[in-house]
């Protein structure tokens, strides 16, 4: 058992950028995570923070300015990076799927929902048609889509945002892959129906036993869904920990700015807090901490040393200086 790999997604390093007529915009500066199998991890940071673009670099699905720079993305121990297109179509679908962010943008709407999920089960299996077809009625009903039978028929348009949202699941799932990575899932859905959503995925995880990667710029989605909870900001990781350690002892001041902006029960009344200035532009990094022109709590060190990771409790690193500051103080103490 020890020759065994752990981890069915090992991220080491890995830096992507995007080659414009302005300059290099490096989106993902050196993120690393693993991820094992029957997991869910959540990847959380505000638009821009990179997220996406690191969900984008593990299947190699970025825009043609896009292009990994430097880093492995290993699957069962393998460096997929060094894979060419044709293994990459084979991958994707097959062993790693993604929930895109607008189902109404993601799904054809000249195609009927059932033709697409015959699509995607004949490309990546041998079934033939009309097992395809068979396999798409099952997965909708498998997702609680009611009358499978007569939605295969009907067009995009002709669903709702949370049936459209459970179509997208089934397509990613109808050939059962190890991964799923579900960018912004429930964005443009309703609190009933978002719950419902996530309840979906979190039963069909136990089901298939398969690991997800949830990409979201809301703390609050994820908080009872993730083992594991990566902060970004600026391409880099900021923080990363267990729901309990993120949400209980946050250690970088982003993730404490991003808590302070969710709504509570216990403070309906208060206004909430923002996080001050604007987001970082890529094509201009700072030196230092990528968070340092929007931190309240700035110390001369973050403006000119990027702060490395620090263990600030089991299971729980920040890359914070204000950390270091407080562990002097108490050393001294």
């Known amino acids: ?98 929930i895109f962010q607008d189902p109404m943008t993601s799904l054809n709407p000249t195609f009927t929902v059932g033709y697409q999920l015959e699509e995607a089960v004949l490309l990546h299996t041998n079934k033939t048609k009309e097992e395809a077809k068979a396999r798409a009625i099952e997965m909708l009903t498998l997702v609680g889509v009611n009358e499978p039978e007569s939605r295969v028929k009907q067009y995009p348009h002709e669903l709702s945002g949370g049936m459209r949202q459970r179509v997208m699941i089934a397509m990613a799932l109808c050939c059962e892959p190890d991964i799923l990575i579900a960018d912004e899932p429930t964005t443009a859905l309703d609190v009933t129906i978002q719950a419902q959503i996530l309840e979906l995925m979190q039963d069909l995880q136990k089901k298939l036993g398969m690991a997800i990667i949830m990409v979201t710029h809301d703390l609050g989605v994820i908080a009872s869904m993730c083992d594991e909870i990566i902060v970004m900001y600026g391409g880099r990781v900021c923080e990363r920990g267990t729901a309990d350690a993120i949400f209980y002892s946050p250690a970088h001041e982003y993730t404490k700015g991003l808590l302070r902006s969710i709504p509570r029960l216990e403070t309906m009344n208060e206004r909430l807090v923002p996080i001050g200035g604007t987001p970082i532009n890529l094509l201009n990094m700072p030196e230092g901490c990528a968070f340092c022109p929007r931190c309240e709590n700035a110390m001369k060190i973050c403006l000119t040393q990027k702060p490395e990771e620090y263990r600030v409790g089991e299971d729980h690193l920040a890359s914070c200086w204000m950390n270091v500051a407080e562990l002097a103080k108490s050393e001294e103490a």
């Open 1 to 98: 058992m020890s020759d065994e790999i752990k981890n069915i997604l090992e991220v080491d390093n890995l830096h992507t950028s995007f080659f414009t007529d302005n300059g290099e915009v490096r989106a993902v500066n050196g993120i690393s995570f693993n991820l094992a199998p029957g997991k869910t991890l959540g990847i959380v940071g505000e638009s821009g923070s990179g997220k996406s673009v690191t969900a984008y670099s593990i299947l190699q699905i970025l825009a043609d300015a896009g292009r990994i720079t430097e880093g492995e993305v290993r699957f069962n121990g393998e460096d997929i990076t060094k894979w060419d297109e044709k293994q990459m179509s084979k991958f994707r679908g097959e062993k790693i799927s993604i």
